[in-house]
Nanobody, 121 residues
Framework: QVQLVESGGGLVQAGGSLRLSCAVSGSTYTVGWFRQAPGKGRDFVAAISWNSGSTKYADSVKGRFVISGNNAKNTVYLQMNSLKPEDTAIYYC?????????????????WGQGTQVTVSS
């Protein structure tokens, strides 16, 4: 049984950086990050397949964000650089039961509680 807890959100100026953490308990094969801005749907950000190390990024964050995993700490990170005001959202991590990465939120079975990221201009 998988549980996930996000942390690391906060307020940052445009152009700055934040690192989000997703603490994972239980067995997982793919961890994805999604975000939801006010009045918007929940959008894919990035995902990592634990076994293969494969990663995938949304076009909107490619080149700015990096997803990584640390097995010793049972944690997946989302390093967010060159942040923009449009990155402001609640960020969620989620677990998928297979190693294949998908970008739809319905492909992920377990979700964390979310952490707020606010980017000021």
């Amino acid at each position: 049984q998988v549980q996930l807890v996000e942390s690391g959100g906060g307020l940052v100026q445009a152009g700055g950086s934040l690192r989000l953490s997703c603490a994972v308990s239980g067995s997982t094969y793919t961890v994805g990050w999604f975000r939801q801005a006010p009045g918007k749907g929940r959008d894919f950000v990035a995902a990592i397949s634990w076994n293969s190390g494969s990663t995938k990024y949304a076009d909107s964050v490619k080149g700015r964000f990096v997803i990584s995993g640390n097995n010793a700490k049972n944690t997946v990170y989302l390093q967010m650089n060159s942040l923009k005001p449009e990155d402001t959202a609640i960020y969620y991590c989620a677990s998928r039961r297979t190693s294949t990465i998908v970008t739809n939120d319905s492909g992920y079975s377990t979700w964390g509680q979310g952490t707020q990221v606010t980017v000021s201009s």
